[in-house]
């Protein structure tokens, strides 16, 4: 289903979204901007198929005008795990780099 739970924190990596999607969402996410996630769940895209959706805290749209009632969510794809995240970004770094971030710090 997805990589996160509720209480998580993603990172948007995705805020492509189509151009009249603001008829439909009054808040959006951004990419590379971190959220929580409140809810997790099932959800229908805009071209009607199943799809994994969540809510995230902050940002609160519009129910959909379906038999549902239930507030518009975003696909969980746009976003990434922060952790998952930080630990690409450390494996990206040149190993000394790496090196220095695991070094213990004196004080």
């Known amino acids: 289903m997805t990589n ?3 209480g998580d924190k993603v990172v ?16 959006l996410p951004v990419k590379d901007a971190t959220y929580v996630v409140r809810d997790i769940r099932l959800g229908i895209n805009l071209t009607m198929e199943g799809d994994v959706s969540v809510l ?20 969980a794809d746009r976003f990434r795990p922060l952790e998952e995240l930080r630990e690409e970004q450390k494996a990206s770094l040149p190993e000394q780099e790496r090196k220095e971030l695991i070094q213990p710090v004196e004080v």
């Open 56 to 75: 995230l805290i902050g940002l609160v749209n519009p129910k959909a005008d379906s038999k549902a009632n239930l507030e518009r969510g975003f696909r």
């Open 12 to 27: 948007c990596v995705d805020d492509k979204f189509p151009p009249d999607i603001s008829k439909l969402y009054t808040a």
């Open 4 to 6: 996160f739970s509720i």
